[in-house]
C-alpha cells in the first residue's frame, strides 16, 4: 500500500471531515452567592418629608430610600430581588428577578400618589412572603421599610410576620424619618413651597416585634447616612454561599481538519486523473 494511492487520500480526507474532534477548554466550578430578597418601601404622603438629603441638597424620603436601594441592589448581582410598594394597599411593581436593570427602572418609576394614602404594614408584608413562598434559594429574607404607624389593610403586622415566619422567611424593618418634628413642603396660596412641621410617628414597637417574630432585626435611619448603613448591615448580614454543579467546556476543532481534508479530497482526484491515472 502506497500513500499516494488515490484511495488511500479518499480514505484520510473523509475521516477527517467525519471524524468528530473536540478539546476539553476548561473544568470549572463555581463558588458563589445567591439569595432572593423582596424590598417592601413605604409611598404613602408622609415619604414626601424631607428630613434626609443627598448630594448635600434636602431631599424627601423616598427618593433617598431609592438612592439607597439602586446602591444595595448593585451589590447583589447574584441574587433575584422584587420589589413590593405600598400605601394602602400592596402594589408588587416587581416580582423576583435577576434582571436588576429592570429592577431599578420600576424603582425609579415609584413615587407617592400612585397608590391612595395609607399605611398596610401588614398587607404589604403578606404581599412580600407571598412572592417568596414558593422560593427554593438557601435563603430567603424582606426588607421592610416604613416611616409611619399601620392604619390600613385587611392583615395586621403580627399575623403577617407569623405567616413570614412559618414560610421561613426573615424580615428585616427599617423606620425611617428623623425624630421628634420633620419638614413637609406644601403649597402656599401663591402656588410657593413652603415647609409645616409634622410630627414623625414611626411605629418602632410593632417593626421590632416583626422583626423578632420572623428572626429579623430592626433599625431606625434618621438621616441618609444612617440609612446607607442599615441597608449594609442587611447586605453584610445576609450572604448564602452555594456552589455551582461542575460543568466541562468543550471546544469543537472540527473546522481546523475541514480544508486539509478538502485538500486531501482535491488531491485525491487529481492525481487519480493524471499521475495515478490506470489505463484500460
Known amino acids: 500500500m502506497r500513500l ?46 424631607e428630613d434626609f438629603s443627598l448630594d448635600g441638597t434636602r431631599s424627601s424620603r423616598l427618593d433617598a430610600v431609592k438612592s439607597v ?13 422584587g420589589l413590593v410598594l405600598f400605601a394602602t394597599r400592596p402594589y408588587t411593581q416587581a416580582p423576583l428577578t435577576l434582571d436588576h436593570g429592570w429592577l431599578l427602572q420600576n424603582l425609579a418609576r415609584a413615587k407617592v400618589g400612585m397608590i391612595e394614602d395609607g399605611t398596610a404594614v401588614g398587607s404589604a408584608l403578606a404581599t412580600a412572603a407571598d412572592r417568596l413562598r414558593a422560593s ?13 404607624q399601620s392604619n390600613a389593610g385587611r392583615i395586621t403586622p403580627q399575623t403577617a410576620a407569623e405567616a413570614a415566619a412559618a414560610l421561613g ?39 421590632q416585634q416583626i422583626a423578632k417574630t420572623t428572626g429579623g432585626k430592626y433599625f431606625r435611619a434618621t438621616d441618609t447616612p444612617s440609612l446607607r448603613e442599615v441597608y449594609k ?21 472540527y473546522p481546523w481538519l475541514l480544508w486539509p481534508a478538502l485538500g486531501l479530497l482535491l488531491l485525491e482526484v487529481g492525481l487519480g486523473e493524471t499521475l495515478l491515472r490506470k489505463l484500460p
Open 233 to 253: 448591615e442587611i447586605d453584610k448580614a445576609e450572604k448564602a454561599p452555594f456552589e455551582a454543579p461542575e460543568f466541562l467546556d468543550y471546544r469543537e476543532g
Open 169 to 207: 422567611i426573615k424580615v428585616y424593618t427599617v423606620g425611617a424619618g428623623t425624630r421628634g418634628t420633620a419638614p413637609f413642603p406644601v403649597q402656599d396660596f401663591f402656588g410657593n413651597t413652603v415647609y409645616r412641621p409634622i410630627e414623625v410617628d414611626v411605629d418602632e414597637p410593632t417593626l
Open 4 to 49: 499516494a494511492d488515490p484511495w488511500f487520500l479518499l480514505l484520510l480526507g473523509l475521516l477527517a471531515i467525519l471524524l468528530p474532534w473536540r478539546r476539553r477548554a476548561a473544568r470549572e466550578r463555581h463558588h458563589d452567592e445567591g439569595v432572593d430578597v423582596v424590598l417592601a418601601v413605604d409611598v404613602s404622603g408622609s415619604m414626601l418629608a
Open 136 to 148: 427554593t434559594a438557601p435563603s430567603k429574607f424582606i426588607v421592610l421599610l416604613t416611616d409611619g
Open 69 to 81: 436601594v439602586r446602591d444595595f441592589v448593585a451589590a447583589r448581582p447574584q441574587d433575584r430581588i
